[in-house]
């Protein structure tokens, strides 16, 4: 059953506190009515989609200069919290802010090893930070030790008052060349600049792409020729979540799934995530 590499635990309660994320549901067209009340609604989702697991993932802005983002912080013991009971459904990757310097190195690995978290989730626009800085190596190191892949929204966002500049795919690659063992997963395949995503990805064999914040049926051609060609491994399928629902991307994704090589959609939906994560 397919894996969500990318979902939020974005509730009504922290949406109504964070006007970038106000933004983010205004441009997906999400009434703050429907947005889930807590994590229970995410699990009627996934059974409802027929998704077996999805990974929540953490978010950290503690010493970020952009006021924007100061309630946007999900400490990973309450996320770690939010999913107890759900332990077999629901899979953490941390969040903490690369800003931070040695006490965001001392909270990953808290997540990491206390925790048990599976990953890191950096947001390279929210925190200000280039994804090749020194204070992001360091947890990049930290995530290599410990096995564990590392996600970077890259591309455009949906978040209000922040600066793209910063999740540029081309950085990646630089990560890449300083950390050739840790797998790297570059979120929203880095659209508009997603030739460049496809590159990076093609010229590492340990980063990745998800397709998340994309109905399917508006993925672009040139990245849906090398999901069914050279990059079949390395494609994770992804909602977005609440952003997208789990039932109507699954609704979309059969309408064009034609698109995709049958031997294709099993890797994309389930096993290069299974793989990638060791489940
Ligand atoms: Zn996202």
Same mark, same amino acid.
């Given at each position: 059953?397919?894996?969500?590499?990318?979902?939020?635990?974005?509730?009504?309660?922290?949406?109504?506190?964070?006007?970038?994320?106000?933004?983010?549901?205004?441009?997906?067209?999400?009434?703050?009515?429907?947005?889930?009340?807590?994590?229970?609604?995410?699990?009627?989702?996934? %059974?409802?989609?027929?998704?077996?697991?999805?990974?929540?993932?953490?978010?950290?802005?503690?010493?970020? =200069?952009?006021?924007?983002?100061? @309630?946007?912080?999900?400490? @990973?013991?309450?996320?770690?919290?939010?999913?107890?009971?759900?332990?077999? =459904?629901?899979?953490?990757?941390?969040?903490?802010?690369?800003?931070?310097?040695?006490?965001?190195?001392?909270?990953?690995?808290?997540?990491?090893?206390?925790?048990?978290?599976?990953?890191?989730?950096?947001?390279?626009?929210? %925190?200000?930070?280039?994804?090749?800085?020194?204070?992001? %190596?360091?947890?990049?190191?930290?995530?290599?030790?410990?096995?564990?892949?590392?996600?970077?929204?890259?591309?455009?966002?949906?978040?209000?008052?922040?600066?793209?500049?910063?999740?540029?795919?081309?950085?990646?690659?630089?990560?890449? @060349?300083?950390?050739?063992?840790?797998?790297?997963?570059?979120?929203?395949?880095?659209?508009?600049?997603?030739?460049?995503?496809?590159?990076?990805?093609?010229?590492?064999?340990?980063?990745?792409?998800?397709?998340?914040?994309?109905?399917?049926?508006?993925?672009?051609?040139?990245?849906?020729?090398?999901?069914?060609?050279?990059?079949?491994?390395?494609?994770?399928?992804?909602?977005?979540?609440?952003?997208? =629902?789990?039932?109507?991307?699954?609704?979309?994704?059969?309408?064009?799934?034609?698109?995709?090589?049958?031997?294709?959609?099993?890797?994309?939906?389930?096993?290069?995530?299974?793989?990638?994560?060791?489940?």
């Amino acid at each position: 059953m397919p894996i969500d590499i990318h979902v939020h635990p974005w509730t009504k309660e922290f949406v109504s506190r964070n006007p970038p994320v106000l933004d983010a549901c205004n441009f997906f067209g999400i009434k703050q009515a429907d947005l889930p009340l807590t994590v229970k609604d995410l699990i009627e989702e996934m %059974n409802k989609a027929g998704i077996e697991k999805s990974i929540v993932l953490g978010q950290g802005a503690q010493n970020t =200069r952009n006021p924007a983002f100061r @309630n946007y912080t999900i400490p @990973n013991d309450l996320l770690r919290k939010m999913l107890r009971n759900f332990e077999d =459904r629901l899979i953490p990757f941390a969040g903490v802010d690369p800003n931070s310097g040695e006490i965001a190195l001392r909270e990953l690995r808290h997540a990491l090893k206390d925790l048990e978290f599976k990953g890191l989730k950096i947001h390279s626009s929210v %925190n200000e930070v280039y994804p090749d800085d020194p204070r992001v %190596n360091l947890l990049c190191e930290l995530c290599q030790e410990f096995e564990v892949p590392v996600m970077f929204h890259t591309g455009t966002t949906a978040l209000g008052n922040c600066d793209i500049k910063y999740s540029k795919p081309e950085y990646l690659d630089d990560v890449a @060349n300083d950390f050739p063992d840790l797998k790297i997963i570059l979120a929203h395949f880095g659209w508009p600049w997603y030739e460049v995503a496809i590159a990076v990805a093609l010229r590492h064999k340990n980063v990745f792409l998800d397709i998340s914040g994309w109905k399917p049926r508006y993925l672009p051609e040139t990245l849906i020729r090398y999901i069914n060609g050279p990059l079949q491994g390395k494609v994770l399928f992804g909602t977005d979540y609440p952003m997208i =629902r789990q039932t109507e991307w699954m609704h979309d994704f059969r309408s064009v799934s034609r698109k995709f090589k049958p031997q294709v959609v099993e890797k994309l939906l389930e096993s290069n995530a299974k793989r990638l994560l060791k489940l």
